[in-house]
Nanobody
Framework: QVQLVESGGGLVQAGDSLRLSCTAS????????MGWFRQAPGKEREFVAA????????YYADSVKGRFTISREYAKSTVYLQMNSLKPEDTAVYYC????????????????WGQGTQVTVSS
């Protein structure tokens, strides 16, 4: 049983950087795979990045590879998404999620979700 709270979203210009944070409570943080998803207006939720239980595996959508970095800090029960070289097409609500399952790119595999944080990138 996990509760997730995202923070760090905002309005930035193309080329800028932003770091999202997701803090977990109510569970054992090291037992969960963690992921970031996003949903743009008029589109379905899509996979962005994921990190495995002990940090050994990191996965990214092709659209963000080389620009975004996912990490986790166990002492703070927090997962981060560092977003660099932001583009207008990155505009979306970003969601943090936790999973005990293995298919980390699939939203259906995640059991717990945060409330989302808005990221808007202007041109």
């Amino acid at each position: 049983q996990v509760q997730l709270v995202e923070s760090g979203g905002g309005l930035v210009q193309a080329g800028d950087s932003l770091r999202l944070s997701c803090t977990a409570s109510g569970g054992i943080f090291s037992t969960y795979n963690m992921g970031w998803f996003r949903q743009a207006p008029g589109k379905e939720r899509e996979f962005v990045a994921a990190i495995s239980r002990y940090g050994g595996g990191k996965y990214y959508a092709d659209s963000v590879k080389g620009r975004f970095t996912i990490s986790r800090e166990y002492a703070k029960s927090t997962v981060y998404l560092q977003m660099n070289s932001l583009k207008p097409e990155d505009t979306a609500v970003y969601y943090c999620a936790a999973s005990t399952r293995a298919a980390l790119r699939a939203s259906d595999e995640y059991e717990y979700w945060g409330q989302g944080t808005q990221v808007t990138v202007s041109s």
